[in-house]
Structures are given as structure tokens and as C-alpha cells.
């Protein structure tokens, strides 16, 4: 684990050096979450008195080498000869009074869908604790339990929820980076814009989800770096400061997932910290070793990699064996079980090493490519295409957990972000837009245009 832990972090590094220092580059994502992995993984391998085998650490190592090499040959011979200028117009965005509260009061009436179906699965179960969520989360992954599938009409307006707040956070990040007015002023007029924001945590607590939390912020600061960051040039004292903030920031995150398990429904609340998160998120190293040298399970004939396509298949009529969730496993020697295996279960699971490697090129190329285009305009294409995007971009952070791209690939996903388009051609269109200058010094950019004030 120690040289999987050296080896991710000078993988870091190097993504780093080679992104020019872009904390969103998808190697970098990447490699930071591979490095927390492998950290909490060495505690809790020696916790547990484990040794990973060398196929595991050969499949990590060829993994990650082809995610970031196939970004640094983009960056050095195709992307790089293609360097794109930012737009120089930018718009400070006013909506009508009748639509400012018709966005709350959809995701309001949604929620309460929501929570009734929620409350309908967590009472399935007689012998239930109380406590609804924890009940939920155990009904649903319940096999033998007929009904704890949640209702069609609360996953659709689930994902209503989920395009108000992404859409909207849009233009609230937009409207605060632009504009005359002082910035409390600029956030009185525009707070209204993150009440579905906060109607989505809600309705992630009432389902007992934390990860979306995390995916969200992420997806929030990528939109701030996108606006309003990357038209600066900051100095070597400000990026050092940048640093430990982030480091701050991911700390207080790792603590409060920890902190808050029982409010989200999680029942091990005698574990210690260093032990659930040990647990948690190194547990994945430990589990992928014990999943590859499981012969039955390689070779079940279910298909992994495409599993949210082959549900929304055998629903069509199409019998296609796949595995949506990954089977539970006891950590040897102690009495814990995990299900997180990395992403990489998936790929060797269907392709073996060749499939690691392939899925993870294709991966990388889809996700730089994709960030590349992201145009530095204010159409309604361009900006569907950076909210997707910035709703996308932890799938790498949190490879070293599950794979959430391919297995992602479905009707339904189709459906979110069709759905996404729509909200925002509404509220766009909608809206009256004011061309202002930026709150930034004015900076030169390479080549190819200027960020006048």
C-alpha cells in the first residue's frame, strides 16, 4: 500500500505540472482521490493486519498511468494547438418576480413526493428501527423485500430538484462575478437563487445520501473556478493560500461526512473516526484485492461496466444479467463489510487489465476533451454544456470508490439532462440580461485575447 500511496502522489504532481496548475483537471481529480484511498487504505490495511497482493497493485498502477497519459498526450499534441481565448462579453442576468418563486415551489412540491415515498419504503420492513432513513437505505438494498423500489413519478421529480439547483447556481455564481454593485449587494439581490439548493440537500438527507453533497460542491466550485478564477492570474503567495484553503476545506468535508453518518442514517455510530473513514474510503484496495482473487465472481457473466444501460434494457424487455450494486464483503479477520471496490471492479470485472486500461483512456479523453470545448460564451448551448459538465466532473475524484460514468449510462440520465436543457432554455429565455464588466484585474491572456474591466 505504501508504494501505492508514493505512487499516486508523484502521479499527482505530475497531472499538475502538466494541467499548468488547474485543480480541475480530470488526472488531478484523479489522483487526489486515489491518494486519500491509498492513505486511509495503509491505516486501515494495517488495522486489520492486511497485505494487498501485487495483481491489485498492478491493476491500480497500469490504471492510472493510462488516465494521466493519455491527458498529458492530449495537452501536449492535439489540445495545446487548439488554445482557445475567453469570451469577453459577460452578462448580469434579472428574472420576473412570478418566476423568481415558480422554481421553489416545483422543488418544494417535489420534495414532499419525495418524502412520501421515502416514508412508504422505510415502513415496508415491520421490524423497522424508527429512524426512517436508516430504514429506507436497509428496505432498498433488501433483495427479498417486494415493492422497495422507488415509485417512478419520485425519481422524475427527484430530478427536477436536482436541475433547479444546478441550473440556478449557474447564474448565481454568474451574477455574483459580474455587475457594478458591492457584493452584498449583489448577494441580497440574487439569494433567492439557492433556495433549491437548499431544498436538494434536503431531499439527499431524506434519502440517507451523502456523496451527491460532495458531487455538488464540486460541481459549485468547478463553475466558480470556470467564471470567475481562471481570468485571474494569481500570485505564487495567493495560490499557496489557495492550496491550504482546499486542504482546509476537503479536511472539515471528511470530518463532517463522519460526523453527520447518524443523521443520514448510518448505524455504527461506536466506530471511531479514523476506523469508519479508514473503513470507508481505504477500504477499496483491501475489497478490489479480495474481489480479484474470487474466481466465481469474475466470471458470473454479468456485465458491470454498462449496468445502468442493461437495467433500462431488461425493462424493455431485453433479459441482460448485470450487477447495479456491488455485492457486500467481510474485511478479513474483523466482523466490518464494504462494497466500494473502485472503479476499476467494474473494468477488470468485464475487460480485465486490457478493459482497465481501455475504460480509463476512453475516460480521460471524454473529460478533457469535453473541458477543452467548454466555450467561454453565454449561449444557452454553451452554458448546458458547462452545468453538465460541472455535474460530471467528480466521476474521476471518485473512481478510487465506484465507477460513476459508464455505469451511469442509461434512459434515465438521458431523461436528467434533457430535463436540465429544458429548465434552463425556460429560465434563460425568460430572463433579462445586462452586459457588465467583470469584478477582476484586467489580464492578458495567451495569444489570443484580452479580459478588459
Known amino acids: 500500500m505504501t508504494f501505492l500511496l508514493v505512487f499516486s502522489l508523484i502521479s499527482f504532481l505530475i497531472a499538475f505540472q502538466n494541467s499548468k496548475k488547474n485543480f480541475f483537471s480530470p488526472s488531478v481529480l484523479l489522483t487526489v482521490g486515489y491518494f486519500v484511498s491509498f492513505s486511509l487504505g495503509l491505516y486501515y490495511s494495517y488495522r486489520i493486519n492486511y497485505r494487498i497482493g501485487e495483481q491489485t497493485i ?50 418544494l412540491l417535489s420534495l414532499v413526493i419525495v418524502f412520501l415515498e421515502v416514508k412508504r419504503i422505510a415502513g415496508l420492513n415491520v421490524s423497522g428501527t424508527g429512524n426512517f432513513i436508516y430504514d429506507y437505505k436497509t428496505n432498498t438494498l433488501n433483495k427479498e423485500l417486494s415493492g422497495n423500489r422507488t415509485g ?53 438527507w431524506i434519502r440517507g445520501t451523502r456523496f451527491p453533497i460532495i458531487s455538488y460542491f464540486l460541481a459549485t466550485a468547478f463553475m466558480v473556478y470556470f467564471l470567475y478564477l481562471r481570468h ?38 461506536n466506530v471511531s473516526m479514523m476506523d469508519y473513514l479508514g473503513n470507508y474510503f481505504g477500504g477499496a484496495p483491501i475489497l478490489l484485492d479480495l474481489f480479484l482473487k474470487d474466481k466465481a465472481t469474475l466470471s458470473n457473466g454479468y456485465i458491470e461496466v454498462f449496468s445502468g444501460l442493461a437495467i433500462s434494457l431488461n425493462k424493455i424487455g431485453f433479459p441482460i444479467k448485470n450487477t447495479s450494486y456491488p455485492e457486500f464483503r467481510f474485511f478479513p479477520g474483523i466482523n466490518e463489510v464494504g462494497n466500494a471496490y473502485s472503479g476499476l471492479r467494474r473494468f477488470y470485472h468485464d475487460g480485465g487489465i486490457v478493459g482497465c486500461i481501455f475504460f480509463n483512456m476512453l475516460l480521460s479523453l471524454i473529460l478533457n476533451v469535453w473541458q477543452f470545448k467548454l466555450r467561454r460564451s453565454n449561449n444557452i ?41 429544458l ?25 489570443r485575447s484580452y479580459l478588459k474591466n
Open 381 to 421: 448551448k454553451s452554458i448546458f454544456s458547462l452545468i453538465v459538465y460541472s455535474s460530471l466532473c467528480y466521476v474521476s475524484l471518485f473512481q478510487f470508490f465506484e465507477d460513476y460514468f459508464f455505469c451511469r449510462i442509461s434512459v434515465g440520465l438521458i431523461i436528467e439532462f434533457i430535463i436540465y436543457y
Open 423 to 447: 429548465i434552463l432554455k425556460f429560465i434563460f429565455s425568460v430572463s433579462s440580461r445586462k452586459q457588465e464588466p467583470l469584478h477582476v484585474k484586467q489580464v492578458r491572456l495567451p495569444n
Open 232 to 269: 485571474t492570474r494569481l500570485t505564487r503567495k495567493a495560490k499557496a493560500k489557495l492550496i491550504l484553503n482546499v486542504f482546509i476545506l476537503s479536511l472539515v468535508l471528511v470530518i463532517l461526512f463522519w460526523a453527520m453518518k447518524a443523521a443520514f442514517g448510518r448505524s455504527n455510530n
Open 152 to 204: 417512478e413519478l419520485a425519481v422524475q421529480v427527484e430530478k427536477l430538484i436536482k436541475a433547479f439547483a444546478y441550473v440556478e447556481m449557474y447564474f448565481f455564481i454568474n451574477n455574483m462575478t459580474v455587475g457594478k454593485r458591492r457584493l452584498s449587494a449583489r448577494l441580497k439581490n440574487n439569494l433567492y437563487l439557492l433556495l433549491p439548493t437548499i431544498i436538494l440537500f434536503v431531499d439527499y
Open 58 to 107: 498492478l491493476v491500480y498502477v497500469v490504471s492510472i498511468i493510462a488516465f494521466v497519459g493519455t491527458e498529458i498526450f492530449l495537452r501536449s499534441f492535439v489540445l495545446s494547438k487548439r488554445q482557445r481565448g475567453f469570451h469577453q462579453a459577460r452578462y448580469y442576468y434579472t428574472f420576473p418576480s412570478s418566476v423568481k418563486w415558480l422554481s421553489t415551489i416545483i422543488c
